[in-house]
T-cell receptor, first 115, second 113 residues
Framework: DTGVSQNPRHKITKRGQNVTFRCDPI?????LYWYRQTLGQGPEFLTY????????KSRLLSDRFSAERPKGSFSTLEIQRTEQGDSAMYLC?????????????FGPGTRLTVL | GENVEQHPSTLSVQEGDSAVIKCTYS??????FPWYKQELGKRPQLIID?????GEKKDQRIAVTLNKTAKHFSLHITETQPEDSAVYFC????????????FGTGTRLTIIP
């Protein structure tokens, strides 16, 4: 499968625990995005990387959230001290270099449940 | 920032009839408008998109129209089939350098056989 992949697909954790998700973008896509989707809503932008540089962060991304893309390939999203309100689907998307299309290709998501 | 509103939230259509979903956006600088289809438990997938320099784009049974003056765009699905049942999201993105897709709240389309 050459699409965007995310791991794990499901994560159940207790309130207060830390969780980390991984996203592997499509090869050679230099732009990578994280979105959060709650039930019945559209995806909401969290943050964006161009190569290894994190260029934009949403106000939704509190100081408990941190994202990295250390080598400009895969990315991780960590949530510290999880809260029940963090329960959502976390979607990753990637996009090729400028001039090669506007489409953001989405991964299957990681569904987080905080008990 | 950009705000995208989408209507209706649910839509039931008899198989073979047409379906229309409408969105409005607030940022006049927005220039790219994709539509995503999301089946239950699956990832959003692009079905059609339009840039602000055209008013209409068609791909088989799917078409999108854009009215820049009124800041609204619509998805049209003709000859609907049961496999068209899904949640559809419109989105908008701004000028070069703005990478954030702003999504509408979605329309749950049900095709009645």
């Amino acid at each position: 499968d050459t699409g965007v992949s995310q791991n794990p697909r499901h994560k159940i954790t207790k309130r207060g625990q830390n969780v980390t998700f991984r996203c592997d973008p499509i090869s050679e896509h230099n732009r990578l995005y994280w979105y959060r989707q709650t039930l019945g809503q559209g995806p909401e932008f969290l943050t964006y990387f161009q190569n290894e540089a994190q260029l934009e962060k949403s106000r939704l991304l509190s100081d408990r959230f941190s994202a990295e893309r250390p080598k400009g390939s895969f990315s991780t999203l960590e949530i510290q001290r999880t809260e029940q309100g963090d329960s959502a689907m976390y979607l990753c998307a990637s996009r090729p270099l400028a001039g090669r299309g506007n489409e953001q290709f989405f991964g299957p998501g990681t569904r987080l449940t905080v008990l | 920032g950009e705000n995208v509103e989408q209507h209706p939230s649910t839509l039931s259509v008899q198989e073979g009839d047409s379906a229309v979903i409408k969105c409005t956006y607030s940022d006049s600088a927005s220039n790219y408008f994709p539509w995503y289809k999301q089946e239950l438990g699956k990832r959003p997938q692009l079905i059609i998109d339009i840039r602000s320099n055209v008013g209409e784009k068609k791909d088989q049974r799917i078409a999108v129209t854009l009215n820049k003056t009124a800041k609204h765009f619509s998805l049209h699905i003709t000859e609907t089939q049961p496999e068209d049942s899904a949640v559809y999201f419109c989105a908008a993105i701004g000028d070069f350098g703005n990478e954030k897709l702003t999504f509408g709240t979605g329309t749950r389309l049900t095709i009645i056989p």
